[in-house]
């Protein structure tokens, strides 16, 4: 029988080899929930995967997992074992995923302390058999905690993406989503504004409901950018519910095309990172 401790080195040698053959692993964060966040990460990923790159999607909200359903993933779909050590992430739209939802059902509350919680998403994130990755998108959960804290011990995150939307409330904690990824020595890639302009299907009026050039502001504050301000849109949300997103529905609309420029955006700041760890060289 195995011992304790042969166990736990076989595990890290498990997540070792699978986290390997990720080279980026991008947060997308908020401080609050109710901004968007999943929808950008969503979307963002499938924007990556159009822009060429071989893209990842996990799930971290263990209390409230929704890619499962925004990727349009049929209920009750369960991963596969691989090897009896991994899981078989489940493709979707092109992407590989993986989320608390294919492993529980609809109804199920994860009524866990944080410790479990953080458990549970060490275990999505390196017993998950990604395969070669060139980007793995991870939704995190609102807020600054456990979840947080372990993406950072656990992983090599290239960066974090802050969403929120141009409310002060919003923008507030936003702020202490940027404190947190750089108190870990996560750089923050840059700013994701929601909701930023509401234009009337009737009249083309447009109006700030929420706010105006607040994300903007914060980005400024922190020496950051701001990725990109998407408008408050009928279709983003329908084609969410649809389990289409919209920058596989709407590959035409300005909508997508925006997301397509964040996607490039933040692969220009990585690209921008890696460039900036050379060796620095001096002609005297």
Known sequence: ?????????????????????????????????????STTAVNLALALQQGGQRVGLLDADIYGPSIAMMLG???NTRPQAVDEKYFQPIQAHGLATMSMAYLVTDKT???????????????????????????????????????????AQKAQVAGAIIVTTPQDIALLDARKGI??????????????????????SQCGHGEHIF???????????????????????????????????????????????????????????????DSDTGPEIVFE
Request: aromatic share 4%; with cysteine.
């Open 179 to 200: 404190e947190m990824f750089l108190k870990v020595n996560i750089p923050v890639l840059g700013v994701v504004e929601n909701m930023a302009v509401h234009i009337c």
């Open 1 to 37: 029988m195995m011992s304790l401790a042969t166990y736990l080195e076989t595990v890290k040698s498990w997540s070792s080899f699978v986290l390997s053959q990720v080279k980026k692993i991008i947060a997308v964060a908020s401080g609050k929930g109710g901004v968007g966040k």
């Open 109 to 151: 509350p994860m009524a866990w302390r944080g410790p479990m919680a953080a458990g549970a998403l060490q275990q999505l994130l390196q017993q998950t058999a990604w395969g070669e990755l060139d980007v793995l998108v991870v939704d995190m959960p609102p807020g600054t905690g456990d979840i947080q804290l372990t993406l």
């Open 73 to 75: 993933v049929a209920e």
């Open 211 to 273: 706010g105006d050039g607040g994300g903007a502001k914060v980005a400024a504050d922190y020496g950051t950018k701001l990725l990109g301000s998407l408008p408050l849109d009928l279709a983003i949300r329908q084609q969410g519910d649809r389990g289409i997103p919209a920058v596989s529905a709407l590959k035409d609309h300005a909508i997508a095309q925006q997301y397509r420029d964040i996607g490039n955006l933040v692969m220009t700041e990585l690209a921008a990172m």
